[in-house]
């Protein structure tokens, strides 16, 4: 009996150890892996960012969804595929993106301070030949639309090589599994944690 004890005492902690990080993980936050460059460069190809569960979602936020089931013209794309983009429109939001590059949410212009003057116009506007354009999303000076409810209109910030709702259409809200957070000494923080404090 005393040798249970002694060996129940030194598992016991870790097994709830054990247990408080998963509870952690599945609630609160966890770590993520950035994959590819269409968020560059204000997140790196591979570059680990915190994802917190519980964060509020607002313009310009970075989120990780679940890809599966939005992005229906990519093959790759399984149950655990998870993409990193930036929310542009929430819902309800009626959106404007006019040939300069300037995007216009609700009649009110955005800064997008974050990307180049090139990547706000021709990154843009320009779209993927290989890849088809999104029902109910539309581009260019006087033409607009509306982000449906419960759902994001989500772009990458390497608009030229960013594969997002302007192809796959809108993210519905139950397929957002956090918000991207990065460590205060990360140069890209003032870019990625609460960019612009909106909303």
């Known amino acids: 009996m ?8 030194w598992i016991l902690p870790i097994v709830i150890g054990l247990i408080i990080a998963l509870l952690v993980k599945q609630f609160f936050f966890s770590l993520v892996r950035v994959d ?3 968020m560059y460069p204000n ?13 509020h979602i607002k313009h310009d936020t970075v989120i990780v969804f679940n890809a599966h089931g939005v992005d229906k013209n990519s093959p790759s794309v399984t149950e655990k595929t998870k993409y990193v983009k930036r929310v542009i429109g929430m819902p ?27 990547q706000r116009r021709e990154g843009t506007l320009m779209l993927s030949s290989s890849l ?20 994001y209109f989500v772009l990458g910030d390497n608009r030229k090589n960013s594969n997002d709702s302007r192809y796959y259409g809108f993210v519905p809200k139950d397929k957002v599994e956090g ?6 000494w990360n140069d890209k923080s003032d870019v990625i944690n609460s960019y612009g404090q909106k909303n």
């Open 43 to 55: 997140l790196q190809n591979n570059e680990r960012v915190m994802m917190l569960r519980q964060a």
């Open 179 to 184: 918000v991207v957070k990065v460590t205060f």
């Open 2 to 9: 005393k040798v249970f004890r002694e060996i129940m005492s």
């Open 92 to 118: 309800g939001d009626k959106i404007e993106y006019r040939n300069d590059g300037r995007v216009f949410v609700n009649g009110h212009e955005q800064s997008q301070s974050y990307i180049t003057a090139s």
């Open 132 to 151: 088809p354009e999104a029902t109910g999303v539309t581009l260019g000076s006087g033409k607009t639309f509306t982000v449906p409810k419960n759902k």
């Open 36 to 38: 590819g460059t269409s």
